[in-house]
């Protein structure tokens, strides 16, 4: 399956943003869809996941309360709604798809999108 991020950008700290990531060449349904962000020099750190049904989700403690994932199987796509966003919440943001709930090791990667907040 073939991911690709959108919807980063340059916000105020405070503002919200909405992440998508649209799946092709592939069957979206069948994977636990997840996100991550990554600041330059440092390792990538999981933010979220959600199971193929949508019924399950896991967030990082850091953005529990903030962030929602969400996704929809009929248009492929996976969703990551930002709320209250902070500085610290800068780097590029990733999807990735995988099989099991949670995921050991995800297969597929998009190629980010960077998402600013400025203070």
């Known amino acids: 399956v073939q991911l690709e991020e959108s919807g980063g950008g340059l916000v105020q700290a405070g503002g919200s943003l909405r992440l998508s990531c649209a799946a092709s060449?592939?069957?979206?349904?069948?994977?636990?869809m997840g996100w991550f962000s990554q600041i330059p020099g440092k390792d990538r750190e999981f933010v979220a996941s959600?199971?193929?049904?949508?019924?399950?989700?896991f967030y990082a403690d850091s953005v529990k309360g903030r962030f929602t994932i969400a996704r929809d199987n009929a248009k492929s796509t996976l969703y990551l709604q930002m709320n209250s966003l902070k500085p610290e919440d800068t780097a590029v943001y990733y999807c990735?798809?995988?099989?099991?709930?949670?995921?050991?090791?995800?297969?597929?990667w998009g190629q980010g999108t960077q998402v600013t907040v400025s203070s």
């Open positions: 959600i199971d193929w049904k949508g019924a399950s989700t």
């Open positions: 060449s592939g069957t979206f349904s069948i994977y636990t």
């Open positions: 990735a798809a995988g099989r099991g709930f949670p995921v050991s090791d995800y297969d597929y």
